[in-house]
């Protein structure tokens, strides 16, 4: 029995950017500076500073000791309730979100980043909503809720551009262009990519800059254009280094790996592999370890070394399974049904094969393209209908005003738009509408 299906990709590690008001530093040394300010600074502030303190600790260790990021958050969680400080509770709940995503407990995550989305809806914070938008997003993403988090991101897209938040704007821009590499939609995903990376370049966002030149490098690697792919990942890797982003180093290792795998020097690229793995094990971060230990299995499969293929991707599935990450439960089942094909258990390859058409079919379908598409859709034309009606009324600063108020609107499922705005600029919409009908 052979299936005769082409041996699915070793999967990228693709970075979808979180949110969030505490801005990463330059370099390692200049990041251990500021670790090291923020813990002398617990002595000598209190209240809401102190929350904002243990907030901006619990962020800054959330790529190099995940364990801290939830001791901090938790103080942050602690001492917030007591001084009944809503802003500095949100932030903590996202922190600690990010902790449960990284570990592999999806269920946890989501109920912290739900819990922040709440207080920053009571006192309005936009930037904060935007922020728990994203987060959640990107757990419809893993778990293949593909239209979910397209909704999502353009709701958080919105509110940035809104708010004139540029760097909010540029990690949500990268964020869908994740989905539509996912859906193969490679040329429109280079453009969100590459708008991200400038928007980032612009405001000086050095780290994220390399997370949108790992991304752009993986759609080069896509097309076949390997020089440059490598190019890009070597440069993010070089920033990653530099400025202590151990996560991000171990994404960029990662693809480096993939480029050798397709230039089939397997040797090589389980080099690359096991030393990625080594850090997302170090890290705890279980997410990165299903991606690395299924690439280590594609290699394995490759050299026809079945049994330790098979005892990685196991691994792998297991891990998908309990972060109930769709993505990759599809290149687990995947191969495991070619590996039970080669080892003759006819049976069981059956039994994978099946279950990767329908986890595959979820993702991939027709139907679920067309969705995505059409919520792309929907932005873009409510987008370019409110600019042609405030072109329409002239550029003088009044209108300017009414523009940056009322933003690029996605229609009444943005719940974060105030109803004032909403109805201001609906009737003046109304009025012109009378006038040109007149």
């Known amino acids: 029995m052979n299936f005769n299906l082409p041996l699915t990709m070793p999967r990228f590690s693709i970075l979808l950017l979180f949110f969030?008001?505490?801005?990463?530093?330059?370099?390692?040394?200049?990041?251990?500076?500021?670790?090291?300010?923020?813990?002398?600074?617990?002595?000598?502030?209190?209240?809401?500073?102190?929350?904002?303190?243990?907030?901006?600790?619990?962020?800054?260790?959330?790529?190099?000791?995940?364990?801290?990021?939830?001791?901090?958050?938790?103080?942050?969680?602690?001492?917030?309730?007591?001084?009944?400080?809503?802003?500095?509770?949100?932030?903590?709940?996202?922190?600690?979100?990010?902790?449960?995503k990284n570990t592999g407990d999806n269920a946890q995550a989501r109920a912290c980043y739900v819990w922040a989305y709440v207080q920053h809806q009571k006192i309005g914070n936009q930037k904060g909503i935007a922020a728990t938008l994203n987060s959640l997003a990107s757990l419809h993403f893993l778990q293949g809720k593909l239209t979910q988090?397209?909704?999502?991101?353009?709701?958080?897209?919105?509110?940035?551009?809104?708010?004139?938040?540029?760097?909010?704007?540029?990690?949500?821009?990268?964020?869908?262009?994740?989905?539509?590499?996912?859906?193969?939609?490679?040329?429109?995903?280079?453009?969100?990519?590459?708008?991200?990376?400038?928007?980032?370049?612009?405001?000086?966002?050095?780290?994220?800059?390399?997370?949108?030149?790992?991304?752009?490098?993986?759609?080069?690697?896509?097309?076949?254009?390997?020089?440059?792919?490598?190019?890009?990942?070597?440069?993010?890797?070089?920033?990653?280094?530099?400025?202590?982003?151990?996560?991000?180093?171990?994404?960029?290792?990662?693809?480096?790996?993939?480029?050798?795998?397709?230039?089939?020097?397997?040797?090589?690229?389980?080099?690359?592999?096991?030393?990625?793995?080594?850090?997302?094990?170090?890290?705890?971060?279980?997410?990165?370890?299903?991606?690395?230990?299924?690439?280590?299995?594609?290699?394995?499969?490759?050299?026809?070394?079945?049994?330790?293929?098979?005892?990685?991707?196991?691994?792998?599935?297991?891990?998908?399974?309990?972060?109930?990450?769709?993505?990759?439960m599809v290149n687990s089942y995947d191969l495991l049904a070619k590996l039970e094909d080669k080892l003759g258990n006819y049976k069981e390859a059956l039994v994978y094969f099946k279950l990767y058409t329908a986890c595959s079919d979820s993702l991939y379908s027709e139907e679920t393209r067309q969705k995505l598409e059409d919520i792309e859709a929907q932005y873009e034309a409510e987008k370019a209908e409110n600019e042609r009606l405030i072109k329409a009324l002239g550029k003088d600063k009044d209108v300017e005003s009414v523009e940056k108020s009322a933003g690029y609107a996605l229609s009444a499922n943005i719940q974060m738009i105030t109803l004032v705005s909403i109805a201001a600029l609906v009737v003046l919409i109304g009025v012109l509408f009378w006038i040109k009908r007149r």
């Open 149 to 328: 988090a397209l909704s999502n991101f353009i709701q958080s897209l919105t509110i940035s551009r809104q708010i004139n938040d540029r760097r909010g704007e540029a990690i949500t821009l990268n964020n869908i262009g994740v989905i539509n590499q996912e859906q193969k939609n490679y040329s429109k995903a280079l453009e969100y990519f590459e708008q991200s990376y400038h928007t980032f370049k612009d405001i000086g966002d050095k780290k994220s800059m390399a997370d949108a030149l790992n991304n752009i490098g993986n759609i080069y690697h896509i097309l076949g254009i390997n020089e440059d792919a490598l190019r890009h990942y070597n440069e993010a890797l070089e920033t990653y280094v530099s400025s202590g982003d151990i996560k991000g180093e171990s994404s960029a290792i990662n693809n480096i790996g993939l480029v050798h795998f397709e230039e089939k020097d397997y040797k090589t690229a389980l080099k690359y592999y096991h030393q990625s793995l080594s850090i997302d094990e170090n890290l705890n971060d279980k997410q990165a370890q299903t991606i690395t230990c299924n690439n280590i299995a594609y290699c394995y499969f490759n050299l026809n070394m079945f049994f330790a293929a098979k005892k990685y991707v196991q691994r792998a599935l297991k891990s998908a399974q309990e972060q109930d990450d769709k993505i990759d």
């Open 20 to 100: 969030s008001e505490l801005l990463s530093t330059g370099v390692f040394a200049q990041k251990q500076r500021t670790i090291d300010s923020l813990i002398l600074a617990i002595k000598s502030t209190k209240d809401t500073s102190l929350v904002d303190v243990y907030n901006e600790l619990s962020y800054e260790y959330k790529n190099i000791d995940i364990e801290k990021t939830l001791l901090y958050a938790d103080t942050a969680i602690t001492k917030s309730k007591k001084i009944n400080y809503t802003r500095g509770l949100g932030f903590a709940y996202a922190n600690r979100g990010n902790y449960f």
